[in-house]
């Protein structure tokens, strides 16, 4: 339903709208006669935590949300089951009986649609439905008239939140703990040391290869990198000629290298085509000077040049000026068409799958509704091109040149999978987000336009950076132990790709980043505008003025939730990709609901409705029970069942994702409330709704694996800890009775220099020892002698000196991980090897 009107600043809806309030006491309390009272506005803190008193039919108490900086709450309204607050950053919505909240970014909005007069779904660009319904009709209007013009017309780039929270939390001082600011800093200095860095690392033969400057002012291409590696024997001047014969001058540049073999990856848009269909002089002069860049002694040069497109929709584009290599012309090459979807179907395929996972849909006929959306196969598709690029590169050694029409979408995939695939140098935290910054945001790719930042052109938008990142959960899920970060890292990934948190995924391009910024700058802080101009004089320096946090200031390895403990840092292989649309898993994380917002969807079901109770719209009832005993449930309304039980395997509740494709009703089962009684399960805990929201204010992604990982590895560190700390009271009491100084006697055990060397038969005991093995469950086993020593974790202290280091225990704390969770059989995806070789690689020998 289309937005007809302004949303008013003061709206009289039956006691339950309230708008446009900067106060942060909000309650029903401010409400005279159904218009707002308006109060002082909410002042600037770090932390805001505001005391709202809530009022609902059952209840009443007070509930803390915390704020970012540099937001406030706009407006309020009481919902049938949740109370909606509309901030400058975001939409939370938290239930009455506090046992669910959320939080939808406003920029993350897609659509909103009105339904049945009183209820509103808010579609979500990550793939996710909510649910609300209000009071009463005029209600459900006026919000979806607010919410309308506040999250799905057009905005201005210093609309975005981004803009607000920077400035407030670096002008005030209150930045968060878990920003690091600095990390993520792209700036002209950066990026010319990251390019040489990279040049050097992958081996490029500096007589045949060369970094350009040319670009520095974007004089060249406007969406380009500053500094791009060319063949040596192309100068400068020549660039300026030969960048004319590429689709918006995206000329062949070289971006990778394999080591081993010499093959040359490179990335450029469509060649472009006269009106006869002419071939570009321009861009066969590029391609002779690559092909005698890439000539080797032993071997003649071949040239793959993989086309993305389809060889229909490759001929399509000759009407617009575009078209494609041939071997005549281009000599030496072998010219492949994919045939990858482009935007259009990418976005097509991206709704049928949100509309699946929401409507409710027969059990029996989902994987054939999954398999019609087409998604998985897309998936599979993208990397298997990837695949066969980056095999011909490092078993062959043959050179490629990857190009799509404008060669910012489907380029930018294929080319980044590549290079992710092939050097494990990507997989790193560093190593991942250069990959990010140097493919997809210095090449270029339309971020504004792709995910909708400023609602601008609906065709323009395409969910690609978030099917790429899909496809690097697919690999993560088949090489866990290949990668530094975990999963939780590229579901908050995804998440901010549209959060308007950051400033890294605002913008079409560097140049228009640098541009945007500089003009933000003026029109926040008007007194530099003397330095302003100078930077306006000199293109180069923009970079310098971006003043945005960017994402990796809080994603990182500083950030220890996000580090994966199953790690392995000399696994140096190819990664292996999956063989099929068989092997593809859905993304649950991402494009299903949590449970937090299953319950705001689906408030009053009861807790064991009956498969015959779906009424059609997600939601189960059942009219033999009373309003009194109906509670809120987690039966899902929009995530579909996993191909896969994971949780099944780990000991969880086998309903933590079902939905109504299971006939059943989803039971919430939380690891803090132990109760046997559902209805307690569901009640409210202490820092609610902070239980549901995470550090950067969007919504927890339970992610039951890694969460039980990361638990048990901090258990395990604390037991170390506390074993030490007895440890070290019982030795100096002994030592202390016995007046035997503790610098050269402990426990009768003499020192030297502080150090207690063990000698051959000596038994290992709760004192210092040298070595241990421990078992696939996690056990000490006999040493060699054949004594023994036990430890209720599993892993005994080893220090030296009477100090304690929890670094030397990591990898010993990660073995045991493994070994307890490897004893279900199943590893997120990855079969535990339960052959005989495969226990003895699961004991752990630990040496000091």
Not at 49 to 71: A, F, Y
Not at 409 to 425: F, G, M, N
């Amino acid at each position: 339903m289309p937005c007809t009107g302004e949303a008013s600043r003061e709206v009289s809806v039956d006691d339950h709208c309230y708008c446009e309030n900067d106060n942060p006491k909000l309650s029903v309390d401010s409400v005279t006669n159904g218009h707002l009272v308006d109060d002082e506005p909410l002042g600037q803190t770090v932390v805001n935590k505001l005391p709202v008193k809530q009022t609902s039919k059952n209840d009443s108490c007070e509930t803390n949300l915390t704020l970012l900086p540099g937001e406030s709450i706009d407006s309020t309204v009481e919902l049938v089951h949740v109370r909606l607050y509309l901030t400058q950053y975001r939409i939370i919505l938290v239930s009455h009986n506090h046992n669910a909240a959320t939080a939808i970014p406003l920029v993350m909005v897609d659509s909103i649609e009105a339904k049945d007069l009183i209820f509103l779904l808010v579609h979500c660009r990550d793939g996710k439905v909510i649910r609300l319904k209000a009071e009463n009709s005029t209600t459900a209007m006026t919000w979806f008239t607010k919410l309308t013009q506040k999250t799905c017309t057009a905005r201005k780039s210093e609309e975005i939140f981004a803009f607000k929270f920077t400035a407030e939390a670096a002008h005030k001082d209150h930045m968060p703990e878990w920003v690091r600011k600095g990390a993520g800093t792209l700036s002209s200095n950066t990026v010319l040391l990251e390019i040489d860095k990279e040049f050097k690392a992958l081996g490029f033969d500096a007589e045949k290869w060369r970094i350009s400057a040319a670009n520095k002012d974007f004089d060249l291409c406007p969406t380009y990198p500053q500094y791009l590696i060319v063949p040596s024997n192309v100068n400068d001047e020549d660039l300026k000629k030969l960048r004319l014969g590429r689709f918006f001058q995206r000329f062949a540049t070289a971006v990778w290298r394999c080591r081993k073999t010499g093959g040359v990856l490179m990335r450029c848009a469509q060649p472009s085509i006269g009106f006869f269909g002419n071939p570009n002089d321009e861009d066969v002069k590029m391609y002779n000077n690559i092909v005698r860049s890439v000539v080797t002694k032993d071997k003649k040069p071949k040239i793959l040049i993989v086309d993305a497109r389809s060889y229909t929709a490759a001929w399509a584009n000759k009407a617009k000026g575009g078209g494609f290599e041939t071997s005549d012309t281009y000599p030496n090459s072998e010219v492949e068409f994919m045939s990858l979807p482009n935007i259009h179907n990418i976005r097509y395929s991206f709704h049928q799958l949100r509309n699946l996972l929401f409507a409710p849909v027969d059990e029996q006929f989902f994987l054939q509704s999954l398999q019609g959306t087409m998604w998985f196969l897309y998936i599979a598709n993208l990397i298997n091109v990837s695949k066969r690029i980056t095999d011909a590169l490092c078993n062959n050694g043959t050179s490629s040149i990857v190009h799509c029409s404008d060669g910012w979408d489907r380029t930018t995939q294929i080319v980044s999978l590549c290079k992710l695939i092939a050097d494990p140098r990507y997989r790193t935290f560093q190593g991942f987000e250069a990959l990010v910054r140097r493919e997809w945001i210095e090449f270029g790719h339309k971020f504004a336009d792709r995910n909708g930042i400023l609602n601008g052109d609906p065709n323009e938008r395409s969910p690609v950076f978030l099917q790429w990142l899909d496809c690097v959960h697919q690999l993560w899920i088949l090489n866990p132990e290949a990668f530094e970060f975990n999963q939780r890292y590229l579901m908050k990934l995804a998440q901010h790709s549209y959060s308007g948190l950051f400033g890294t995924f605002l913008f079409n391009s560097v140049k228009d980043a640098s541009e945007q910024c500089v003009s933000e700058n003026q029109s926040l802080d008007p007194d530099k505008s003397h330095e302003n101009a100078e930077i306006d004089e000199n293109p180069a320096e923009k970079l310098n003025a971006i003043r945005l946090f960017s994402v990796w200031d809080f994603l990182g390895e500083h950030n220890r939730i996000f580090v994966n403990p199953a790690y392995e840092k000399r696994y140096k292989k190819r990664l292996r990709c999956p063989v099929g649309v068989s092997e593809i898993r859905l993304w649950k994380e991402v494009y299903c609901c949590t449970d937090a917002d299953t319950l705001i969807n689906n408030p009053e079901e009861e807790m064991r409705a009956p498969a015959s109770s779906n009424n059609g719209n997600g939601i189960h009832t059942s009219d033999s029970i009373t309003d009194k005993e109906k509670v809120c449930t987690l039966s899902r309304s929009q995530s579909a069942s996993s191909l896969t039980s994971l949780e099944q395997c780990y000991g969880l509740s086998p309903n933590v994702y079902s939905n109504h494709l299971l006939n059943g009703s989803l039971q919430h089962n939380c690891a803090r409330n132990c109760s046997n009684d559902p209805r307690q399960n569901l009640s409210a805990t202490s820092k609610f709704p902070l239980d549901f929201l995470d550090i950067d204010g969007l919504t927890k992604v339970p992610i039951p694996y890694e969460d039980r990982m990361i638990a048990e590895y901090k258990r395990l560190l604390e037991e170390i800890e506390n074993l030490q700390t007895k440890q070290l009271a019982s030795s100096k009491n002994i030592c202390e009775e016995n007046g035997v100084s503790r610098t050269s006697q402990c426990n009768g055990i003499p020192l030297n220099n502080g150090y207690h060397h063990r000698n051959r038969y000596e038994s290992i005991d709760s004192s210092n020892h040298e070595f241990e093995i421990l078992d696939i469950e996690g056990r000490s086993k006999h040493d060699s002698c054949g004594t023994s020593s036990t430890c209720s974790s599993g892993i005994l202290p080893i220090y030296e000196n009477g100090t304690f280091d929890p670094s030397s225990c990591k990898q010993d704390v990660r073995c045991s991980i493994q070994n307890k969770a490897s004893e279900n059989g199943h590893i997120d995806g990855c079969i535990a090897d339960s052959s005989e070789a495969g226990k003895q690689r699961s004991e752990s020998i630990v040496v000091k």
